[in-house]
């Protein structure tokens, strides 16, 4: 009786045991896979644009564009305040770009076929600037450059220009504009700096540009005739 007793007492504890088992295993889901941990993904660093002026700093090119203002553009008439601001973000913002010459046309109307035979039409010269392009396909920029000038001097020039262009935001377009700048050369003002504003054309294929401008004779007579210059610019 003793024997039988202590039979039933290990089976009553095996089938508790096996009860237990197999409530705990039908809590625990089915072909279950621990879910991978999620890692915090590593918030984007703000960039700064593009570096093209080499007057501005890596801290100011880091601030924001409220924080970066050296002129002021509020309270002016509409296209007064887009040139404005367009003046000042090129300056901050604006892509490298490097210009090419060049080209001089003197209007053989307006001169002397000996004045010409002595001037120089071949207006090697180069620069550089950075250019913005804005919303509405505008480009703002400010350059730097020297050229041999019709005397087979060099013209000195730093300035900046604003081109509009038709149609708007296109890789191929052709454009109209001006550039305001301070230029030197020796046959004026016997090289001190002056100011002075032009016209500008351009055609533009994508991030190439050929320009001119013109300029138109300020005193009468013969032998102070029209001139137009062209040049290139290539903006990365």
């Not at 207006?123 to 005397?151: I, M, P, Q």
């Not at 055609?203 to 320009?211: A, G, N, Q, S, T």
């Amino acid at each position: 009786m003793d024997k039988l007793a202590r039979r039933q007492a290990m089976a009553r504890w095996i089938l508790v045991a096996s009860c237990a088992w197999v409530a705990h295993a039908s809590a625990q889901p089915v072909n279950a896979t621990p879910a991978p941990s999620q890692a915090a993904e590593p918030a984007p660093m703000p960039t700064a644009p593009l570096r093209g002026n080499p007057f501005v700093s890596d801290e100011t090119l880091a601030k924001e564009p409220a924080q970066r203002t050296w002129l002021t553009c509020t309270g002016m008439w509409s296209w007064f305040a887009s040139q404005c601001e367009g003046m000042r973000d090129s300056w901050y913002e604006g892509r490298p770009t490097v210009y090419f010459s060049g080209y001089t046309w003197h209007d053989p109307h307006t001169y002397t076929q000996e004045k010409l035979e002595s001037f120089n039409a071949h207006a090697w010269g180069g620069g550089y600037g950075w250019t913005k392009t804005v919303g509405n396909g505008d480009s703002f920029g400010w350059y730097a450059l020297a050229f041999r000038d019709s005397h087979y001097s060099y013209t000195k020039a730093v300035g900046w220009s604003w081109v509009t262009y038709w149609p708007q935001r296109s890789d191929f377009a052709v454009g109209l504009g001006y550039t305001a700048f301070i230029a030197s050369r020796p046959d004026i003002a016997n090289n001190w700096p002056f100011p002075a504003a032009l016209p500008l054309a351009s055609v533009k294929l994508r991030k190439l540009e050929v320009m001119g401008t013109f300029i138109p004779k300020l005193n009468a007579g013969i032998n102070h005739g029209d001139v137009a210059w062209f040049f290139g610019r290539y903006t990365f």
